[in-house]
């Protein structure tokens, strides 16, 4: 297995937009490499006879009914009430997409 330098942490931190200073690199270069070298022993494991699985608690599709609770709802003059910019009853805000 290739070990993890200083310089492919720093590209890894890099496309991970993580600003790290030399110091924090040379800290991490090694904790990188423990951790593949677990990954590593972890993927030689026999999983024969394993079933494949997704989750394990058996449990589906656990939602709570939505409840209106009208006491903690504002009127839409009290939810516009602190915004920068409103037209017609909306919020208004920068655009974010080009046309």
């Given amino acids: 297995m290739q070990t993890v330098t200083a310089d492919i942490t720093a590209h890894i931190a890099h496309l991970a937009n993580l600003p790290l200073t030399p110091d924090q690199i040379e800290k991490y270069a090694p904790q990188l490499n423990s951790v593949l070298e677990y990954t590593q022993q972890a ?48 919020f208004v805000v920068p655009a974010l997409l080009q046309e």
Avoid at 63 to 89: C, I, K, W, Y
């Fill in 43 to 90: 993927s030689m494991l026999s999983t024969d006879g394993v079933a494949e699985t997704s989750q394990v608690t058996g449990l589906e599709n656990i939602l709570r009914e939505d409840v209106v609770e009208r006491s903690r709802m504002f009127t839409q003059e009290e939810a516009l009430s602190n915004a920068h910019r409103t037209h017609n009853g909306y």
